[in-house]
């Protein structure tokens, strides 16, 4: 069986999904990441590859999130690219015809916005816990409830009570005062809802035509408070595609296969590249002022990549002495 492979490295996960040649998600992996990406990366590898028959050809591998760049090195990856593009392309061949994104993940979020399939506008959140997966797991483990039950519960709530989910801070202040006068748990989930949603379409959404079909993804998307927030906020259903916590993932493996198709062979290093010892590190560049961070990757110490550098003095200088099929793309 020919396949691609798709890995999106985040903050706080690692997704790993297989497609065959026609396009049809047939394992996936996540993992934790846990402050070791290389080391979370290459355990999702093994897991997969213990996963696959035999017959299984790997023909091409794409990479996306925070760690493309890192998982791409590593793996050889034929496409690396960033998680608007993963996304969009993920959501379009999943529920053709899609017009607006929202996706929540574990620290993060961002809206994508596609008119005849291609990304008209996008904007990102990356500077506040406020609604994000990471938020909603803090809350719900304070007020020792499962994070599956979040959403049922949510559901149930009569009144939803008004919190302020402008700041994380404040949002869970307000919580707490809620409960102290007495509000039941199912209305204050649902108000948390309410103000989280309220929070993305203020940020992101301002000003954006948001206009049907409109999926929802990212991990926050299996709850389903947030669902129904999200529908009476927007007066919109809001579809939940298949594979909505790994799409990002998907969207990789569909772009190495289109990049494959071009090129006629792939980078991939196989599967042997979870037993080699890989460190990333780095260091501050004081040639200029724009004080740049360098990343650099070692394999067994040797550095076989660099990246950050806005002039190219390190990456450049490195790539220009390393082989062709060592080079970042």
Request: with cysteine; hydrophobic share 40%.
């Amino acid at each position: 069986m020919k396949s691609y492979m798709g890995i999106d490295v985040g903050s706080v996960s690692i997704n790993i999904v297989l497609i065959d040649e026609h396009c049809q998600v047939r394992d996936a992996v996540y993992l934790r990441t846990q402050g070791q990406p290389i080391k979370t990366l290459q355990k999702g590898l093994k897991e997969m590859a213990s996963r696959l028959p035999g017959s299984t050809q790997i023909k091409g591998v794409g990479t996306t999130g925070s760690g493309r760049h890192l998982a791409g090195v590593i793996l050889g990856a034929d496409a690396i690219k960033n998680e608007i593009t993963t996304h969009a392309v993920a959501a379009s061949h999943l529920v053709p015809g899609v017009q607006t994104i929202l996706e929540i993940g574990g620290q993060d979020s961002k809206i994508i916005l596609l008119r005849n399939n291609v990304v008209s506008d996008f904007a990102m959140n990356t500077v506040c816990a406020a609604g994000t997966g990471s938020f909603l797991d803090q809350q719900a483990g304070r007020l020792n409830i499962k994070i599956e039950d979040f959403g049922p519960i949510a559901l149930k709530a009569s009144t939803p009570v008004r919190i302020a989910g402008r700041c994380a801070v404040f949002a869970e202040s307000d919580m707490i005062h809620k409960q102290q006068i007495g509000c039941d748990i199912s209305d204050i989930l649902a108000g948390l809802c309410e103000a989280l949603v309220r929070n993305y379409l203020n940020n992101l959404g301002k000003g954006k035509e948001i206009l049907a079909p409109v999926v929802f993804q990212g991990g926050v998307a299996a709850n389903l408070g947030m669902i129904k927030a999200f529908e009476q906020a927007l007066n919109l259903p809001v579809q939940i595609p298949p594979h909505y916590n790994v799409m990002g993932a998907v969207g990789a493996a569909l772009l190495a296969r289109e990049a494959v198709k071009k090129s006629l062979s792939s980078r991939f290093k196989g599967f042997n590249v979870v037993d080699i010892n890989y460190r990333a590190g780095g260091f501050e560049c004081s040639g200029c002022a724009n004080c740049c961070e360098v990343i650099e990757i070692r394999k067994n110490e040797e550095i076989i990549a660099r990246w950050g550098d806005r002039c190219g003095k390190w990456s450049t200088a490195l790539n220009n002495d390393l082989n062709t099929e060592e080079k970042i793309s």
